[in-house]
């Protein structure tokens, strides 16, 4: 997802030392609010959670936190585990898998325990849905309110994506950084909302920011093993008692819209919103819509 924002100045961007590791965090708002915590995609950064969009959610009461995942941005990177053979993984074979979405659970339990929260609202966007998920799952008493956005349960017969999206994420890997954004660039036009194109200038300026901030592909190749390797979180879904949220593109070609449905089906009263024209982005357009849903959830 290319929809990257620099962080502003002035704004608090410390490392918090969780679950072992270092991780990377922004907060917006009042600290009086309640906490929500924003979770990120396959190789994201908090940055990748545009600033307008975070805004809104404080206006609306919110204490808003956003982080970087490990082996992401500024967050500690797993570079000493080496790469792992995606194909062998797909074969059957997890031996070089580093970690798993649990583990990633495990960092953002650490987070919201580390800054001295009881509870935290917990919105995960793609990869971050996945991530807040196994979280709901793992640590109940830590999650106030679940929303999952573009994201999917695991289950590999659901949320599939198109031979252009995977075609898109495959391409080989560029030499130099600007053939780097080019690339982020095509990406984003292919994974993109057709009904809300993005401005391409404006997306260049997004790409580069965040290939200057924390350009790290041997991490996004681990967090990908970790999706691989995790195992379906539909039994695991079906015990969660949290007011659930689910948010999907019908449009969506990298996480097809049913890995929404299906999220939306294995949480008991969730409520399932599917957006046409959306792909696998927040268009600027969207963000009332989307930020009006996150508030009632939150509230129910």
Request: glycine fraction near 10%.
């Amino acid at each position: 997802m290319l929809i990257v924002d620099v962080p502003r100045k002035g704004s608090h961007v410390p490392d918090v030392r969780a679950n072992g590791i270092d991780l990377s965090y922004e907060t917006t708002g009042d600290p009086d609010d309640p906490a929500l915590l924003l979770v990120m995609g396959l190789g994201a950064q908090l940055i990748d959670w545009p600033a307008g969009f975070v805004d809104g959610l404080s206006a609306r009461g919110f204490h808003v936190i956003r982080f970087d995942n490990r082996d992401a941005g500024l967050s500690t990177w797993f570079d000493e585990l080496g790469a792992p053979d995606i194909q062998a993984i797909l074969g059957g074979d997890p031996s070089t898998v580093p970690y798993l979405l649990s583990d990633l659970a495990a960092d953002t339990a650490g987070l919201i325990k580390e800054l001295g929260l009881e509870r935290a609202h917990v919105v995960g966007a793609s990869m971050g849905g996945m991530i807040a998920q196994q979280l709901t799952i793992d640590h109940p008493d830590l999650v106030a309110s679940l929303c999952s956005i573009m994201s999917t349960t695991g289950e590999r017969k659901v949320g599939r994506a198109t031979p252009a999206a995977m075609a898109a994420l495959s391409r080989p890997p560029a030499a130099t950084r600007d053939e780097i954004i080019a690339g982020a660039m095509i990406t984003s036009r292919v994974l993109g909302s057709p009904a809300y194109p993005a401005d391409e200038e404006e997306t260049r300026r997004r790409a580069t920011a965040k290939f200057d901030r924390g350009f790290h592909p041997a991490g996004t190749q681990r967090q990908y093993a970790a999706i691989l390797a995790s195992p379906d979180r539909t039994p695991g879904l079906a015990a969660v008692t949290v007011p659930t949220l689910v948010v999907h593109g019908e449009a969506d070609p990298l996480i097809d819209v049913s890995g929404g449905r299906a999220t939306a089906a294995a949480v008991p009263g969730a409520e399932l919103l599917v957006i046409p024209g959306m792909g696998h982005d927040l268009p600027q357009a969207l963000w009332p819509r989307i930020t009006d849903a996150i508030v009632a959830n939150a509230t129910r």
